[in-house]
């Protein structure tokens, strides 16, 4: 098939998927409104239509129609890793490893990747089975124990960065306890939002109902905070999560019924399904007391039923914990423009972290300069 073929065919197909056309072929997937649920569906499509299965993180290397259809002709993925995403492969800093949430893809990290700046190089942790040639991980000790041979291909030892939003600083908290037990040093352990789901409460029906009415004042309190350009782009990054959201919802609703003949469903399911076992993976998952510091990324105000102290990191964290506070409410510090924000935080404690590695070589002035320098400023995005 001629790659002028192969181009039309995508075309139709991101036409389909993305809800936008006319589309070019030199259009990039990300800004035309492509996120990571959706990135699942658009490569079952291109297995059904080329027979060739690429994995997701293909779109980090090709994002625009051109490259992927020369990717596709020559039948060879861009990148032979596997649950290992390079999001941002340059830089001389030390790498930056981020661990999948509940969807179980990394796509979720892309801006904050270009915030952290071009010298910081960001790898991604993203689940087992979203190619559907495997089952995915149940439980996170196994994910964390998988994930690690994957990290040390890229730094074979430590110190090491690692973080997660939500479900994936979890799994980053699992790494960081069995990286210290094979004798490796954790830098910097940057949980995003995340709480000890394993002391989280089971609801009832008053206190989701509750919760609801939280998710909708939170997302109208971010949106308000923010002016005209600020406020579309929030609103927009909302409605593309709501939308790549809806898969997964089906699929879980379709779980029951069993396998269907329609690659849609089965691919819905799938998703599903991943969603489902990461989600129960985290709330199944102990915690055990942690030797090192973790830093705490919250957002200003926290949903009720999250905010029991025995949901935090202190009573665990023995070597201490950082609580920062993001000015955001929650569910928005990975969407623009707070994620800038994050970004700047992010980094001031990545260059702390790295003050203190490097003590016993350097003065610290210089890192602490830098971090008072980017505690008012976020960081502009490339």
Known sequence: M?????????????????????????????DLGGESILAIHL??????????????SVLFEAPTIVELSRIIRHQTPASGRSTLVSIQAE????PFFCFHGAGGNVLIYRELAQC????????????????????????VEEM?????????????????????????GTIAFEAAQQLRALGEGVALLALFDTMNWSRLPKASFGSRLYYSCQRVTFHAANSLRLGSKGKSK??????????????????????????????????????????QANDRACTDYVPKPYDGVVTDFRPMKQYRMFSRP?????????????????????????????????????????????CRCEAKTCSCAAFEATAVELQPTPTRCT
């Open 43 to 56: 490569f079952a499509e291109i297995d059904g239509t080329f027979k060739v299965k690429l994995p997701v």
């Open 116 to 139: 952290l700046g071009s010298d910081q190089p960001v790898f991604g942790l993203e689940s087992q089975g979203l190619d559907g040639r495997y089952p995915p991980l149940r439980t």
């Open 310 to 354: 025995d949901l935090k990191w202190s009573q665990l964290a023995q070597g201490g914990e950082n609580i920062i506070v993001v000015p955001v409410y929650p569910a928005g510090m990975l969407l623009e423009p707070y994620v800038r924000e994050l970004a700047a935080l992010l980094r001031r404690a990545m260059d702390n972290a790295l």
């Open 91 to 94: 830089g001389d800093r030390p």
């Open 234 to 275: 929030f609103l927009w990054g909302k409605l593309r999560v709501l939308r790549n959201r809806l898969p997964v919802w089906w699929g879980m609703m379709l779980g029951p019924f069993g396998p269907g003949a329609q690659e849609g469903k089965a691919r819905s399911r799938l998703l599903g399904e991943i969603w």
């Open 2 to 30: 001629s790659e002028d073929e192969i181009c039309r065919r995508l075309v139709r197909i991101w036409e389909k998927l993305l809800g936008v056309a006319p589309i070019g072929v030199n259009d990039n997937y990300f």
């Open 144 to 168: 964390a124990a998988r994930y690690i041979k994957e990290i040390t291909t890229a730094q074979p030892h430590g110190p090491y960065f690692l973080g997660g939003y939500c479900g994936g």
